[in-house]
Nanobody, 116 residues
Framework: QVQLAESGGGLVQPGGSLRLSCAAS????????MSWYRQAPGKGRELVAV????????NYADSVKGRFTVSRDNAKNTVSLQMNSLKPEDTAVYYC?????????WGQGTQVTVSS
């Protein structure tokens, strides 16, 4: 069965960095576009970053462009999100996502808190 397991969240000061990872299993990882979403308290889930199957194409939410970088390692079935210059408004639960039509799969999420 499809499993997505995020790790790497935590508490960081404004301006700091974190690297999130998502370990995937149960499907042909290299054949699927992968995404990161986030959900802040009291808000809906927001698409943060998308990466193509070979990693050659990426897209970002305007709010994170130039600060976040998504990457993947198809040999290790992992997708990562490097987050730099973090802001308090980046505080959210971050989720790894894959769509294997017609089903959407989500990880359990990892909390990122940006606060001094």
């Amino acid at each position: 069965q499809v499993q997505l397991a995020e790790s790497g969240g935590g508490l960081v000061q404004p301006g700091g960095s974190l690297r999130l990872s998502c370990a995937a299993s149960g499907f042909a990882f290299s054949s699927y576009t992968m995404s990161w979403y986030r959900q802040a308290p009291g808000k809906g889930r927001e698409l943060v970053a998308v990466i193509s199957t070979d990693g050659g194409s990426t897209n970002y939410a305007d709010s994170v462009k130039g600060r976040f970088t998504v990457s993947r390692d198809n040999a290790k079935n992992t997708v990562s999100l490097q987050m730099n210059s973090l802001k308090p408004e980046d505080t959210a639960v971050y989720y790894c996502f894959v769509r294997r039509s017609p089903v959407n799969y989500w990880g359990q999420g990892t909390q990122v808190t940006v606060s001094s």
